[in-house]
Nanobody, 112 residues
Framework: QVQLVESGGGSVQAGGSLRLSCAAS????????MAWYRQAPGKQRELIAV???????SYIDSVKGRFTISRDNAKNTVWLQMNSLKPDDTAVYYC??????WGQGTQVTVSS
């Protein structure tokens, strides 16, 4: 059982930055994939960034070049650095381990 707790969400103006954190209750060293999802109002949850155990990352096109996912296995933590934020980035952001264990989510609101 892995418990995940996200933090770092908030309200920011367009063009601003936020850094989300995801703290795991157990070691993530053996977890193959850590990911960030988001769900905007009235929309389905979407996968936005993935990092595997080897550090390889992948992003959806809409966040490429603006968001960076990283992990530190020693700290059992995953981050999502979000720059050049847009109003369309407004959503609840979720951390996931192996696409199976989920955090409670953290709200990100970007105003124009």
């Amino acid at each position: 059982q892995v418990q995940l707790v996200e933090s770092g969400g908030g309200s920011v103006q367009a063009g601003g930055s936020l850094r989300l954190s995801c703290a795991a209750s157990t070691s993530i060293a053996s977890i193959s994939v850590m990911a960030w999802y988001r769900q905007a109002p009235g929309k389905q949850r979407e996968l936005i960034a993935v990092i595997n155990s080897g550090g390889t990352t992948s992003y959806i096109d809409s966040v490429k070049g603006r968001f960076t996912i990283s992990r530190d296995n020693a700290k059992n933590t995953v981050w999502l650095q979000m720059n050049s934020l847009k109003p369309d980035d407004t959503a609840v952001y979720y951390c996931a381990a192996d696409h199976y264990y989920w955090g409670q989510g953290t709200q990100v609101t970007v105003s124009s």
